[in-house]
C-alpha cells in the first residue's frame, strides 16, 4: 500500500514527518537527498523517535584504533540513548533482539511515498 507523506521539500524542510501505517505512527525521515521510515515508538519506553537526534557510530577497525562512520545512518532516541541503524531499524547495541520496523520510502513526481 502506498502512503503519500508530502512534497519533498515540505517533508526536508522539517526533518522528519509523522504519518500513520496501519494505526501506528511513523516517522518519516530527511537525511540529505534520501528519505528514511521507522516506527516512531522507541521499543525501550516508547519515546517519540521523531524527536531523536542523527548521528554516527565507531565502525569496526584495527586494534587501537578508533574510526568514527555511519554519519546519519543511525538514530538515537531522545530519552535514553538506544541507537538504531536508520537503514535497517537495528539496535546497534543488540541487533538480534531489538528493533524498530522500516519502510521503503520512495519519491514520485516530487512527492514521498512510504510503501507498506
Ligand atoms: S525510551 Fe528510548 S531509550 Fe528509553
Known amino acids: 500500500m502506498e502512503h503519500r507523506v508530502g512534497e519533498v521539500d515540505d517533508v526536508r524542510r522539517e526533518g522528519c514527518r ?3 501505517v496501519d494505526g501506528r505512527p511513523v ?3 530527511s537525511v540529505g ?5 521507522v516506527h516512531d515508538r522507541c521499543p525501550h519506553m516508547g ?7 542523527l548521528c554516527g557510530t565507531f565502525v569496526a577497525s584495527a586494534p587501537h584504533e578508533l574510526v568514527y562512520g555511519r554519519h546519519d545512518r543511525v538514530i538515537r532516541c531522545p530519552w535514553h540513548g538506544w541507537e538504531f541503524d536508520l537503514e535497517t531499524g537495528r539496535s546497534l547495541l543488540e541487533p538480534r533482539r531489538v528493533g524498530l ?5 520512495t519519491v514520485e513526481d516530487g512527492v514521498v511515498v512510504l510503501h507498506s
Open 18 to 20: 509523522m504519518v500513520e
Open 27 to 29: 516517522g518519516v525521515i
Open 33 to 37: 537527498e534520501e528519505f528514511f521510515a
Open 47 to 53: 519515546a517519540s523517535m521523531c524527536a531523536g537526534s
Open 101 to 105: 520496523k522500516t519502510y521503503p520510502v
